[in-house]
């Protein structure tokens, strides 16, 4: 605008400018407008989406709280899982539904269809703490399904530091099964000093290297 001598010629300058750019600016700032409405209705809707499957949730662990559920409610929370799982996939909630039907499905003595459950999150979570909890899991059933040499592999998988001391346990409980006594009290041994490190509860620990016949550790 520098060359322009006088207003009219910049104001001229300016009228040329708007009829050759005017139309694609108001186009960009009406499109700009609509990504920021889309994007905030995007957030509305996951957030809502969020809400509703954790209210779905909560409903499942008030359900399942008991220990001994009769068939009506297995069948009503199977049905809660099924709901959070195909309506809410992507939500976290999801894979903690899945987590809880395992349990549930261990109730009613399906260790395959737990087995299912625990896999689905462990190949498809991309949340560690979740995923760990899959695997950890599934080293249990293992062990309860005899086959103490899978569980050990299970706990091979990179499972998160907040739950090492479950991992030996588990460990253990693998080593016991194969009648390997040194290492399972290793594993045990290492779970407890784990669970004092990490100030995490865990119950039945001391128990099993008391069957051992040591009086190491203390929880």
Same mark, same amino acid.
């Given at each position: ?47 809502? +989406? #969020? ?112 739950? #090492?001391?479950? +991992? ?21 041994? +290492? ?29």
């Amino acid at each position: 605008m520098a060359e322009l001598k006088t207003e009219e010629e910049q104001l001229d300058a300016i009228k040329r400018w708007w009829k050759e750019n005017g139309t694609s600016l108001i186009a960009g700032v009406a499109l700009a407008a609509a990504g920021v409405f889309g994007w905030n209705t995007w957030q509305n809707y996951q957030d809502n +989406q #969020a809400e509703a499957a954790s209210v779905r949730y909560q409903q499942l662990v008030n359900l399942t709280a008991g220990n001994a559920l009769d068939d009506a409610t297995l069948s009503e929370a199977r049905s809660l899982v099924s709901d959070i799982t195909d309506n809410h996939a992507d939500t976290l909630y999801a894979e903690l539904a899945k987590l809880l039907e395992a349990r549930l499905t261990v109730q009613q003595d399906d260790l395959e269809g737990a087995k299912t459950a625990l896999e689905s999150v462990a190949e498809s979570s991309s949340r560690r703490y979740v995923q760990s909890l899959a695997w950890l899991r599934l080293a249990r059933l293992a062990v309860a399904n005899d086959n103490p040499e899978q569980a050990l592999a299970l706990l091979d998988e990179p499972i998160t530091d907040a739950l #090492a001391a479950q +991992q030996a346990n588990v460990r253990g409980d693998a080593h016991m099964a194969l009648g390997q006594q040194d290492q399972a009290r290793e594993a045990w041994q +290492q779970a407890l000093t784990l669970a004092q490190e990490q100030n995490q509860p865990l119950y039945g620990v001391q128990l099993k290297l008391n069957d051992l016949g040591t009086e190491e550790g203390s929880l």
